[in-house]
C-alpha cells in the first residue's frame, strides 16, 4: 500500500530552528508537496520538490531524497504564526496525491 | 484573480438528513474539481474529482456523490448521512490536463452529524 509518514505532533520555541521529517513509500513519484494549514482553515501550499536537494523560499525551506523516500521541512526563525499542521503529501504515478496526516507545530515564545 | 468558494461552512445534521455541499470557483474556466474528506488523525482523504462537466471520478465507495451541473460549480451530496460522514469537507481546484499536485482550496464546511 502507499503510506506517508510524518510525526504526529511537535515543539519548538520562538525564533528557534525547526525540521519536521517524512517518509514515503508509494506506487511511483511525481513530486513532494509541503502543505500549511491552521486550525480550522484550508490547507495552503508551501513548496514542491521533484528533484534531490534542497528548496529555499524565505523562512522554509524544503529537501528530498527520493533514494531514500524521505523529504523535511525546515523552518527558520520561528515567529508564533507559524502553528499550524503541515501536510506532506506525494503526487503518485497515476498523478493522485497520496497525503500524510499532518504535523501539528506548536510554538512556544 | 482565481477565487473558490464553498458554504455552508458548519453544519449539524442528524442521522438520516440529506446533505448538499456546494463550491464555485470565479477567475478561471474549465477547473479540474475535488472534494475531500478531513478526519481528525487522518491524511486528506479524495472523494471525488472532475474535469470537466458532467464528468465525475470517485475515489471511495459510498453513500456520498458529487454532481457538476456547471464548469465552475461542484456539488457534494447524500441522501442519508451516517455518523461515519462527520468531518471536514474541503473543495479544491487545479488546472491542467494532468494533475499538478498544487492545489487551491475553499474554506472548508465541518460537517457534525448526530
Known amino acids: 500500500g502507499q503510506n506517508i509518514d510524518q510525526p504526529t505532533e511537535m515543539t519548538a520555541t520562538e525564533g528557534a530552528i525547526v525540521q519536521i521529517n517524512c517518509t514515503y513509500q508509494t506506487s511511483g513519484f511525481n513530486g513532494l508537496f509541503w502543505y500549511q494549514q491552521h486550525a480550522g482553515e484550508a490547507p495552503t501550499f508551501l513548496s514542491y520538490?521533484?528533484l534531490d536537494g534542497l528548496e529555499e523560499k524565505g523562512r522554509f525551506s524544503s529537501f528530498l531524497s527520493r533514494s531514500k523516500g524521505y523529504s523535511y521541512l525546515l523552518l527558520k526563525e520561528l515567529q508564533m504564526k507559524d502553528s499550524a499542521s503541515y501536510l506532506c503529501a506525494v503526487l503518485d504515478s497515476n498523478y493522485q496525491l497520496i497525503w500524510g496526516a499532518g504535523t501539528k507545530l506548536i510554538i512556544k515564545p | 484573480s482565481q477565487t473558490i468558494h464553498q458554504w455552508p461552512a458548519t453544519l449539524v445534521q442528524p442521522v438520516g438528513s440529506p446533505l448538499s455541499l456546494e463550491c464555485t470557483v470565479e477567475?478561471?474556466?474549465?477547473?479540474?474539481l475535488y472534494w475531500y474528506r478531513q478526519a481528525a488523525g487522518r491524511g486528506l482523504q479524495l472523494l471525488f474529482y472532475?474535469?470537466?462537466?458532467?464528468?465525475i471520478s470517485s475515489e471511495v465507495p459510498q453513500n456520498l456523490s458529487a454532481s457538476r451541473p456547471q464548469d465552475r460549480q461542484f456539488i457534494l451530496s447524500s441522501k442519508k448521512l451516517l455518523l461515519s460522514d462527520s468531518g471536514f469537507y474541503l473543495c479544491?481546484?487545479?488546472?491542467?490536463?494532468?494533475?499538478?499536485?498544487?492545489?487551491?482550496f475553499g474554506e472548508g464546511s465541518r460537517l457534525t452529524v448526530l
Open positions: 477567475g478561471t474556466s474549465n477547473p479540474n
Open positions: 472532475s474535469v470537466g462537466i458532467g464528468q
Open positions: 479544491a481546484w487545479n488546472t491542467g490536463e494532468i494533475n499538478t499536485g498544487e492545489l487551491f
Open positions: 520538490n521533484v
